[in-house]
């Protein structure tokens, strides 16, 4: 699925919330009636989510979003023989660039075993989207 594809469904479900939020305080929906009602507390399973709740829940789904990003990062000298050449590339699901470059130094350090310290992996790059190296 695309990176674009996966935020319209995200902006769909926030929408959707938000609407269902207006919804409730104007009272229009009521937890315990009605097709949204029924959904709402799966036919009275539950309580529902309050407008307070809802809110909570829009704030962290848009606190956790991610995105796909492209990062090149720098094989430190002790790794290998063509120190300033030899680097890695890989696209990462993070939360924004400082977090995408983090991502990738795990990956990297998990991968390979032998990174003494994350941070000797210079960052060169990082991208937003998925790039193919095409060299």
């Given at each position: 699925?695309?990176?674009?594809t996966?935020?319209m469904?995200?902006?769909?479900m926030?929408?959707g919330?938000?609407c ?6 104007a009272g229009?929906?009521f937890?315990?009636?009605?097709d949204i009602g029924?959904?709402l507390?799966?036919?009275?399973a ?6 307070e ?5 829009c704030?962290?789904i848009n ?9 090149i990062?720098l094989?430190p000298?002790y790794?290998t ?11 990462v699901e993070a939360?924004?660039?400082?977090n995408?470059?983090?991502?990738a130094?795990?990956?990297v350090?998990?991968d390979t075993?032998?990174v003494?310290?994350?941070?000797d992996?210079?960052v060169v790059?990082?991208?937003q ?7």
């Amino acid at each position: 699925m695309s990176t674009a594809t996966k935020q319209m469904k995200v902006d769909a479900m926030l929408a959707g919330l938000r609407c269902l939020q207006r919804d409730i305080e104007a009272g229009a929906v009521f937890h315990e009636e009605g097709d949204i009602g029924a959904i709402l507390t799966c036919d009275g399973a539950h309580e529902g989510l309050t407008v307070e709740q809802i809110d909570e829940l829009c704030e962290e789904i848009n606190t956790s979003r991610t995105t796909t990003y492209t990062v090149i990062l720098l094989y430190p000298d002790y790794m290998t023989d063509n120190y300033g050449q030899d680097t890695w590339m890989g696209a990462v699901e993070a939360t924004g660039p400082d977090n995408a470059v983090e991502n990738a130094r795990l990956q990297v350090t998990r991968d390979t075993g032998c990174v003494e310290d994350m941070e000797d992996l210079a960052v060169v790059a990082c991208i937003q989207g998925q790039h193919d190296d095409l060299a």
